[in-house]
């Protein structure tokens, strides 16, 4: 089993910046890849952003593109989000999801962290 813990969610203002981190544990070694998924009220969960765990690619929902920035840490199991200029839609609660596949679908991941919020002020 894996085991996720996310942190850094919190209320920012339009234009102001998040990290969030996701922390492993457990058998971390059977995840290819690790991504990031929000959900707003009444809305679906969404894709914003997933790594590869070993060659470290990455992928970004076109709404995050240019905005956001995964990255991992091996040596301490952790990925991070970095999320600068922010915006009101951008608000959500945030999830870090593991897996064995590479994929943009909630679908395709096994391990789920609680999830942190974010809320942008206008």
């Known amino acids: 089993q894996v085991q996720l813990v996310e942190s850094g969610g919190g209320l920012v203002q339009a234009g102001g910046s998040l990290r969030l981190s996701c922390a492993a544990s457990?058998?971390?070694?059977?995840?290819?890849?690790m991504a990031w998924f929000r959900q707003a009220p009444g809305k679906e969960r969404e894709f914003v952003s997933v790594i590869n765990w070993s060659a470290g690619n990455t992928y970004y929902a076109d709404s995050v593109k240019g905005r956001f920035t995964i990255s991992r840490d091996n040596a301490k199991n952790t990925v991070y989000l970095q999320m600068n200029n922010l915006k009101p839609e951008d608000t959500a609660v945030y999830y870090c999801a593991g897996g064995s596949y590479y994929h943009r679908s909630h679908t395709r991941y096994d391990y789920w962290g609680q999830g942190t919020q974010v809320t942008v002020s206008s």
């Open positions: 457990g058998r971390t070694f059977s995840m290819y890849a």
